[in-house]
Structures are given as C-alpha cells and as structure tokens.
C-alpha cells in the first residue's frame, strides 16, 4: 500500500493541516482514517452536526428527524474506536477520560506497583516526557508556539527513517482498520 502523498509530509506540516477539531476531522475523513458518511439502522443517510456535547464537537444525525432521532460518534467504526485504550495511572484529574473523550480508560495505581495486574502501566510514556524534557532544557526551554515541537520529537523517536513516518503509520493504520 502507497500513499504518495505522505511520502514528503513533515510532522510540522501535519500539525499545521490539523491544528483544529475541524481541520483534523476533515483531514482524517479525506484519508480513510474516519468515515466520510454513516447510514442510520432505519436506513437513512446521517449527516454531521456541530455538537457542544460530543467530545469531537461533531455527530453524525439522522435525516430522518420525524421518526427517528438516533446520532452515533463520528469515531463509530473508525480507528480511532477500535484501537484507542487511554492508559493512565491514579491521578484523579484522569477519572473524566471517558466522560470527556468517549474511549476506554484503563488505570494503574503506583500505590501497589508500576504495572498493574492486566498489564496497563504509565512506563513508556513517562520515559518519553523525561526525553522530551530533557530535550526541551538543552534547547533552555520552550514557547507555547513550539509545543507541537513534541509531536515531532515523538515520531523522530519512534521511527528513525524520516522519509517513512507518516507513510508508516497511515499503511499501518489502514491495512489493520479499516473504515
């Protein structure tokens, strides 16, 4: 599988494409990450709605308003739904994943260990921040305007070959779920 038109797509220039929700949902939608329309089990087409209650800010709805008034999550039957497992240790702040994102939250309390008893642990991420602080002080701190600089720290990391970082993971995530 080929995408060309990732071959030569910075990281910088994709947080640029998708530095808001609609600019993200729009990108994701033009290349297969999310479904560019949805059908009602009534058999209706759905059409996407702005909505201050969804956690993307955007639903799909049915069209058939009289008789039916189902709405699924632009997420439904995407990657995003079917891979996307927040891990996360105890901090209370965490208890509103679900409720705030719509995924699965699964949790490790450090009181009893670095990983719990299912496997879920915070060690991988918690190793990227120290890199990327560190990196962050031999570069004697950041600006607000150079945070997405850790988006590109995190795929430099990752995957060495520049060239094939986002080729990569689109391939990847296409092939293993597809819309």
């Given at each position: 599988?080929?995408?060309?038109?990732?071959?030569?797509?910075?990281?910088?220039?994709?947080t640029?494409?998708?530095?808001?929700?609609?600019?993200?949902?729009d990108?994701?939608?033009?290349?297969?990450?999310?479904s560019?329309?949805?059908?009602?089990v009534?058999?209706?087409?759905?059409r996407?709605?702005?909505?201050?209650?969804?956690?993307?800010?955007?639903?799909?709805?049915?069209?058939?308003?009289?008789?039916?008034?189902?709405?699924?999550?632009?997420?439904?039957?995407?990657?995003?739904?079917?891979?996307?497992?927040?891990?996360?240790?105890?901090?209370?702040?965490?208890?509103?994943?679900?409720?705030?994102?719509?995924?699965?939250?699964?949790?490790?309390?450090?009181?009893?260990?670095?990983?719990?008893?299912?496997?879920?642990?915070?060690?991988?991420?918690?190793?990227?921040?120290?890199?990327?602080?560190?990196?962050?002080?031999?570069?004697?701190?950041?600006?607000?305007?150079?945070?997405?600089?850790?988006l590109?720290?995190?795929?430099?990391?990752?995957?060495?070959?520049?060239?094939?970082?986002?080729?990569?993971?689109?391939?990847?995530?296409?092939?293993?779920?597809?819309?």
């Open positions: 599988m080929n995408f060309p038109a990732f071959n030569s797509l910075s990281s910088m220039e994709l640029n494409a998708i530095n808001t929700k609609q600019k993200a949902v990108w994701a939608m033009q290349h297969g990450l999310l560019s329309g949805m059908t009602c009534c058999g209706k087409v759905m996407l709605y702005n909505s201050k209650k969804a956690a993307d800010e955007q639903i799909w709805r049915c069209t058939n308003h009289t008789a039916c008034s189902r709405t699924k999550s632009i997420r439904n039957g995407s990657f995003y739904e079917k891979c996307t497992t927040i891990w996360s240790d105890k901090w209370a702040a965490y208890a509103n994943i679900p409720r705030v994102t719509g995924l699965a939250h699964d949790t490790v309390n450090h009181r009893y260990g670095f990983v719990a008893p299912n496997g879920v642990h915070t060690n991988a991420i918690e190793n990227l921040w120290k890199c990327a602080k560190d990196k962050f002080k031999r570069m004697h701190g950041t600006c607000d305007d150079h945070v997405s600089s850790c590109e720290f995190m795929w430099q990391r990752g995957i060495k070959d520049r060239d094939e970082r986002f080729q990569t993971a689109l391939e990847l995530i296409r092939t293993y779920y597809p819309v």
